[in-house]
């Protein structure tokens, strides 16, 4: 439905927002938009990362070849094949 795609697209744009990706530096290393620096982040969070961070953290990104787990449609089955066996059957418990 259109609808819902766009309310789907709206809330991605948000979430792509600077000051809402530093917000993620408390979840994994970093956020995903250069933008999103650490300085930018609350103040729990920056205290958070520093306490916890490496410095091989740092070049990770330029160190390692980021690789796809599977091809595209390959990825795709399994995440469908997961909604359906395993996904579904959790729904259903509660």
């Known amino acids: 439905p259109a609808a819902e795609q766009e309310v789907i697209l709206d ?23 250069k933008a999103a620096t650490l300085d930018r982040a609350p103040a729990d969070i920056q205290t958070l990362v520093r306490e916890h961070w490496r410095p091989e953290y740092t070049d990770m990104e330029k160190k390692y070849r980021i690789v796809a787990q599977l091809p ?16 579904a059957q959790r729904i259903k418990k509660f």
């Not at 991605?12 to 956020?31: C, D, H, N, S, Y």
């Open 11 to 33: 809330l991605m744009k948000f979430m792509r927002r600077p000051e809402q990706q530093v917000l993620t530096w408390k979840a994994f290393i970093g956020p995903s938009i």
């Open 72 to 87: 595209v449609k390959d990825l795709i089955a399994a995440m469908d094949r997961w909604d359906r066996e395993v996904g």
